[in-house]
């Protein structure tokens, strides 16, 4: 006999006990046909009629790959047809190597016998957007490992991948703002928190426990301007954030910590940070510790900030003979390391009209490489930059995904044309993000 196993949810229950049916109890017997052998964890989506759907999971060991079943367990008394989507996965990895579905009717107590005949699909690269959830739309995205994927995106939509399920983390207004803010940044730490920043001040923190925050702002002595937040990155209760404002373009970094509880928004040409001349829109920030931080934005503008009250200016050169500087660049992604000459950065040049730009450093200056390795120049503009080596990044931008390795940034083919607007690296992989696209795909050694 196959072994029946399950785990609980609010309204429905995936069964633990299906030959045991009390009175009025349906119990649902889904029995599923081609289910790959590589299967490490099924996922079921389940409602009856127009309900809101649950879902539920079973990890290897609680199913029987060469005979597979398992139930639903309905609430008591409940009429109607249940719809199940069934998704089967494997490596933690939202890529389903099966997908198929069924109905049962509950018209009658006891066990009911359904089948989902499982259509088979390539694993990777994936577009991992099937499960009955709402994808956020002009979504960002975060992986800390393959079981914490985080996307979020337009109207304050948040979606969590856990390693068998998507789930919607609904903020309430009173987090989410009203109107709900668009996201345009997201960054996990390794305490359990995840860090949420977008348009109109908008700047929330979901704790280990998923409970959600919206953090009050500090502007000091500054005139009070709605500052879209483009960046964050949080590490040990301290979050970094970089921002811009629509009105004058301004750049904005804001400086979260437990011990004030509130973040701290500086402008870019006045005290703390002092860079006059230079408060230009910043577009992105990546750290290597909390006292070595990278923030980059629209006129080739890059500081360096090295702890407490420092911030320094770092030029960029138009080429690798460290000459003239740049035309200007809009720099829209940023690597850090600890050590110089692995730091990256990618953007566009012409003011973001022109196309994209490669910067690194060569052990003198940073400079502008505006051609791949194979001496082509990219489609369009460079908008994000991901990786857990300095020699093997991922970049992403319009109609192109790179893989910049020690010996320059090769094209990676067979990837649909669009906007690719931000990616985040695994060992072994990446995701990338397309309007309401989700892409996982394995990388090569």
């Known amino acids: 006999m196959p072994k029946h196993a399950g785990l609980a949810t609010v309204a429905l229950a995936l069964s633990s006990a299906l030959g045991l049916a009390s009175c009025g109890e349906h119990v649902v017997v889904v029995d599923l046909v081609n289910l790959s052998t590589e299967t490490s964890s099924l996922a079921a989506y389940y409602r ?229 001349g230079n408060s230009y829109g910043l577009y992105a920030v990546d750290c290597a510790s909390l006292t070595d931080c990278w923030y980059v934005g629209e006129r080739s503008l890059v500081i360096h900030y090295t702890g407490g009250t420092n911030y320094g200016l770092v030029g960029i050169k138009n080429d690798a003979t460290c000459g003239a500087p740049p035309s200007d660049i809009s720099l829209r992604g940023v690597y850090a390391h600890s050590t110089l000459s692995s730091v990256k950065m990618v953007g566009t040049g012409n003011a973001g009209g022109g196309t994209g730009r490669f910067i690194a450093h060569n052990g003198t200056c940073f400079f502008a490489n505006d051609k791949d390795q194979s001496s082509n120049f990219t489609p369009g503009t460079l908008l994000a930059i991901s990786g857990r080596r300095p020699d093997d990044l991922i970049v992403t931008g319009k109609d192109a995904i790179y893989r910049w390795r020690a010996s320059g940034a090769a094209l990676l083919n067979g990837y649909d044309k669009g906007t690719w607007q931000s990616s985040a690296a695994l060992p072994g992989g990446f995701f990338a993000t397309q309007a309401s696209q989700i892409l996982y795909s394995d990388l090569a050694p």
């Open 48 to 276: 009856i009629d127009t309900d809101s759907y649950h879902a539920s999971a079973l990890r290897s060991g609680q199913f029987q790959v060469s005979s597979p079943v398992f139930g639903i367990r309905p609430p008591v008394s409940r009429d109607g047809t249940l719809a199940v989507q069934v998704f089967a996965y494997k490596n933690n990895l939202p890529c389903a190597l099966n997908k198929g579905s069924t109905e049962a009717k509950l018209s009658t107590a006891g066990k009911i016998n359904a089948t989902a005949v499982l259509d088979v699909i390539p694993f990777a690269p994936c577009k991992a957007n099937d499960a009955p959830v709402n994808y956020p739309t002009e979504a960002q995205v975060w992986a800390g490992t393959a079981s914490n994927v985080w996307i979020v995106g337009k109207d304050a939509a948040v979606l969590h991948w856990d390693g068998t399920l998507f789930h919607n983390v609904v903020l309430p207004d009173s987090v989410a703002g009203t109107p709900k803010a668009p996201w345009k940044a997201v960054h996990g730490d390794s305490q359990g928190n995840t860090w949420i920043a977008g348009d109109g001040d908008s700047v929330v923190r979901i704790d280990a426990g998923g409970n959600p925050t919206r953090l009050a702002l500090d502007f000091g002595s500054l005139s009070r301007l709605p500052v879209t937040w483009t960046g964050v990155y949080a590490e040990s209760g301290t979050a970094y954030l970089s921002g811009t404002t629509d009105s004058d373009a301004q750049g904005y970094i804001g400086v979260y910590t437990a011990a004030t509880g509130k973040v701290t928004v500086n402008q870019v040409d006045k005290a703390p940070i002092n860079l006059s």
